[in-house]
């Protein structure tokens, strides 16, 4: 029973995410959809449209990994739909006293991956899937993002433009864009649930939540403003246009850095919640709270 | 008779609200033993400290000569109900137990089917747990402390939710299952459960356990 097995920690991460799955509060994932669409997706298709020109297909999605306005809702509302992980309500303890607390830990990391591997995923079909036939699939920028300032002078500075920034399309690729996009947002989830799980093991699980709000409100506030202490906070990492300027070839900070600087503090926090877990108290939702 | 949970004045602080207060007991093998308690006096909680869900904050508990928290994390071989069972709404009462069964594979479908058929329920319904009664929900999770056999079971008030009738079938399973050698031990508010089933009764109050009969 004390040895690991990954077959346990599968189950368990499969129990966990249809839990998750039908949660009632999966309701705010729609309203976030449609507000993504109001506020990144209509608005490039409208100057799509405007242009006749299409678009490139990962834009959309890439629009809302890095627009300055939208970078506070995509990990507020993640952190919303997992905020009570890990879960813990009466069905949990059927299945706890039949493992041990390694193969918890690691059934919650595994269904970590899953949740977020599913959230983003909805942003991208989401994002990218409505505008499917109005859309190219060639490795470079649309003249909606690049040109369209230069055609319509006087619309130039609304808020379509500047979702997709020079710090973009100057630097890289759209589809090493979404590629770098995907995978830094994830690791920002996968951080997200590595933070509740040490909340939770050191039995100060409500105090955690409000820590990482400020950790993410702080780290869009400094991103948007582009202070140099962005760097200690890891939504500036998530956000590829951050690590650009407009024109110089140089990064103010590499991609591999961010991709270390993300799994070192993940690294760090499972260490931190396989050494801890060992004095957690199993307690329902009620009694934590 | 050999003990198989051995308690060693045992404390448990939370909040900085004394929950159990140097507590020591021994339960010996193939016996019933009763808990009895007003809410809060830490019935509960004394048996999720034997279930392992929680440390705690003094003392040692040792079940079937394992120490929780350092020779395993949880007791093994134990069957538990504490508080309401809970289960996965949108599942048949036979798919959640599969789930539970699947995480050891020590069972196949013909134990759990047997388990729920020895608590009254049918294994082949399909209703989704979400429709099943208070009463149904506790026999399901009767079914599921029981399914792969163990030596100990845990149960916190069991009896909750059910009808004169479920309380009787409850009552003759619980002693059928002393009969085969199997050790339980039992919360509840009911005087009768405890009288009628129970070869020793102990009193919680105040995180204090005290000892009443059969000692």
Known sequence: MNKLSLRRAWRIAYIEYYKWIVNPRMCVAFSMIIFVWNFAVSPLMLLSREMESPLNFFEPFIAVLNSKTLCLITPSVYLFLISDYPRLDQNSFFVICRINKFDWILGQYLFSIFSALTFLSSILLCSCIPNITNTFMANGWSLVVTRYGIYFPQDSNSFATTLITKELYNQISPNNAAFISFVMTFLYMILITNLLLLFFVLNVKKIGISIIALVIAFGSAFGIIKSSIMWFFPMAHTMVSLHYTEYFNEPIMKIHYSVLYFLGIIFFLLILNLIFVKHTKFLSINENE | ?215
Not at chain 2, 201 to 211: A, R
Request: glycine share 10%; aromatic share 6%.
């Open chain 2, 1 to 215: 008779m050999k003990n198989i949970i051995e308690i060693k004045s045992i404390s448990l602080v939370i909040n900085k609200s004394g929950i159990l207060n140097s507590v020591s007991i021994n339960y010996e093998c193939g016996k019933i033993h009763g808990l009895i308690g007003r809410n809060g006096s830490g019935k509960t909680m004394l048996m999720k400290c034997i279930c392992g869900f929680i440390k705690p904050t003094k003392g040692e508990i040792f079940v079937d000569g394992k120490q929780i928290g350092k020779d395993c994390d949880f007791s093994e071989s134990t069957g538990i109900i504490i508080e309401t069972p809970g289960f996965i709404p949108y599942y048949s009462g036979y798919k959640n137990l599969k789930l539970l069964a699947d995480l050891n594979r020590k069972i196949g479908a013909s134990e759990i089917k047997n388990a729920m058929i020895q608590v009254g329920l049918d294994p082949n319904l399909k209703r989704h747990v979400k429709k099943y009664s208070l009463g149904m929900r506790q026999r399901l999770g009767l079914a599921q402390a029981i399914m792969e056999n163990p030596d100990l079971l845990i149960l916190d008030e069991p009896m909750n939710g059910l009808d004169k009738d479920g309380v009787a079938d409850m009552r003759k399973y619980l002693l059928n299952l002393k009969e085969h050698g199997k050790t339980i031990l039992i919360a509840s508010h009911s005087a009768e459960d405890i009288d009628v089933l129970c070869d020793t009764v102990c009193e919680m109050d105040k995180g204090i356990l005290t000892k009443l009969k059969g000692w």
